[in-house]
């Protein structure tokens, strides 16, 4: 089975910077599209991007684009969020998202943007 194991979380300022990391282990990580979720207390989990199996097309909700930056490592096996710009309403556990026929998730790192 995949496990994924997100890291790079943790409490920045306004306007600060993170960069996110997701650990693949398993098989065939080229053939997965990856994407970024995240989830504030008392919202829904929504999707914040996503990037195809070989990395060719990226995709972001409307809420980040310009700000964050989604990538992967094929021989790596893993996948990245840049966060730039963070503004408190970024305030989420972020969670990593192996798609393929069935869905993996990893565990979810915390963000928190604060002054």
């Known amino acids: 089975q995949v496990r994924l194991v997100e890291s790079g979380g943790g409490l920045v300022q306004p306007g600060g910077s993170l960069r996110l990391s997701c650990a693949f282990s398993g098989l065939a990580f080229s053939n997965y599209a990856m994407n970024w979720y995240r989830q504030a207390p008392g919202k829904e989990r929504e999707w914040v991007a996503g990037?195809?199996?070989?990395?060719?097309?990226?995709n972001y909700a409307d809420s980040v684009k310009g700000r964050f930056t989604i990538s992967r490592d094929n021989i790596e096996t893993a996948a990245y969020l840049q966060m730039n710009s963070l503004k408190p309403e970024d305030t989420a556990v972020y969670y990593c998202?192996?798609?393929?026929?069935?869905?993996?998730w990893g565990q979810g790192t915390q963000v928190t943007v604060s002054s």
């Open positions: 998202n192996a798609q393929r026929s069935a869905g993996y």
């Open positions: 990037i195809s199996s070989k990395g060719g097309t990226t």
